[in-house]
């Protein structure tokens, strides 16, 4: 078993910045794969950003490419999601998802084995 605790969403003004770690215990060593999806009220859980501990390869969905960026302390086993130039509609529950199966499709939430309870963001216009 893996658990996933995430910490560190808020209230943040559109165009600000604010990063939301995701704290990873457990059977961690086989979770080749790290990703962050989200979901607004009322909207699907879509895919954010992803990496795979194997090949180091990072992936971003297209509407947060070049403002946010996923990254990994390994000494702590944390996966990080520093996200800048926040906008309206990055507002959301994010969670963090972990798998062992990096060779499948990373957006999909089907790929990833366990789940975060999530940590609310909200973004002020």
């Known amino acids: 078993q893996v658990q996933l605790v995430e910490s560190g969403g808020g209230l943040v003004q559109a165009g600000g910045s604010l990063r939301v770690s995701c704290a990873a215990s457990g059977r961690t060593s086989k979770m080749s794969l790290m990703g962050w999806f989200r979901q607004a009220p009322g909207k699907e859980r879509e895919f954010v950003a992803a990496?795979?501990?194997?090949?180091?390869?990072?992936d971003y969905a297209d509407s947060v490419k070049g403002r946010f960026t996923i990254s990994r302390d390994n000494a702590k086993n944390t996966v990080y999601l520093q996200m800048n130039s926040l906008k309206f509609e990055d507002t959301a529950v994010y969670f963090c998802?972990?798998?062992?199966?990096?060779?499948?499709?990373?957006?999909?939430?089907?790929?990833?084995?366990?789940w975060g309870q999530g940590t609310q963001v909200t973004v002020s216009s």
């Open positions: 998802a972990a798998g062992e199966r990096p060779q499948l499709v990373w957006s999909y939430k089907s790929s990833y084995d366990f």
């Open positions: 990496f795979s501990r194997s090949s180091g390869r990072t």
